[in-house]
């Protein structure tokens, strides 16, 4: 006999299907589905690198330019192994957001507002290592293979019932919500605990004080009151970022004091 499914249940069943078909391992053990190559990746990265560079204006200050350049070569010498990357793209734009980013096929941009608060070496190397970190650990993939399979069962689930009645419509907007909430929100957060704490390991074995991360959350939380909850966000809540990476800290320390045992003392000055 046969029992209809709720729409709940198709895509529970579709993403556990897809998941066993195409599930890898982050750097840190977590399960990730990932569907896209490496190259292919690295092409989506490159033309949206380009695309940004047209919309938004270069910093002409080489003192800032030379500044970014400095922390993130530091911090490629010790990703290059883990990454294979040899030719990376590192670009400061001129906007005042305090933010940062890194993409498949080693592009690396820095805004210049996120430099008012990594004002110092150490403070833009948990910044860029950080970005490195989620290339590393192919996040964009990860999120891109996420939100394709989960429209996928959407669309799936309409083809199940009339979902044109209002009743259905209302159905498939819950599902939405719920996809969203549910599956791509906690995708997000588990991709920034892990890029904290790799970041946290990589710019102290580049030989940049790990302690500086702390202080560089702490001052990002007191500059942007009215955040969601945690449980709307795609980044984890500040207090959780900073209690992570406090139990992380004892490791990251003994990797920083080896890398300054072996000689690395970055020497990088706005």
């Known amino acids: 006999m046969f029992f209809p499914l709720r729409p709940t249940a198709v895509i529970q069943l579709f993403l556990a299907a897809v998941l066993l078909a195409s599930c890898t391992v982050s750097p840190l053990g977590r399960r990730q589905l990932v569907l896209h190559s490496d190259q292919a990746m690295d092409q989506v990265g490159e033309a949206a690198f380009v695309r940004l560079k047209d919309q938004t204006p270069l910093s002409r200050d080489p003192r800032a330019q030379a500044f970014v350049r400095c922390v993130a070569e530091a911090i490629l010498l010790e990703s290059e192994p883990r990454t294979g990357k040899r030719d990376w793209e590192i670009v400061v734009f001129e906007d005042k957001s305090a933010n940062a980013f890194a993409l498949p096929g080693g592009k690396i941009g820095v805004y210049s507002?996120?430099?008012?608060?990594?004002?110092?070496?150490?403070?833009?190397?948990?910044?860029?290592?950080?970005?490195?970190?989620?290339?590393?650990?192919?996040?964009?993939?990860?999120?891109?293979?996420?939100a394709q399979t989960t429209e996928i069962a959407l669309q799936a689930v309409e083809e199940l019932g009339d979902l044109s009645r209002g009743s259905g419509r209302r159905t498939m907007a819950m599902l939405g919500l719920g996809a969203q909430v549910g599956v791509l929100l906690p995708f997000s957060r588990a991709q920034e605990r892990e890029a904290d704490l790799m970041g946290l390991d990589l710019m102290a074995g580049a030989g940049f004080d790990p302690r500086a991360a702390l202080r560089l959350w702490r001052k990002m939380s007191e500059s942007r009151e009215g955040a969601p909850p945690e449980f709307l966000s795609t980044h984890p809540s500040y207090g959780a970022r900073m209690d992570a990476i406090s139990d992380r800290m004892p490791r990251a320390k003994q990797i920083f004091e080896a890398a300054r045992r072996a000689g690395l003392h970055p020497d990088c000055k706005r």
């Open 113 to 146: 507002g996120m430099l008012d608060i990594a004002y110092n070496q150490d403070r833009l190397a948990a910044v860029i290592a950080h970005e490195i970190a989620h290339v590393h650990a192919r996040h964009a993939n990860e999120r891109l293979s996420t």
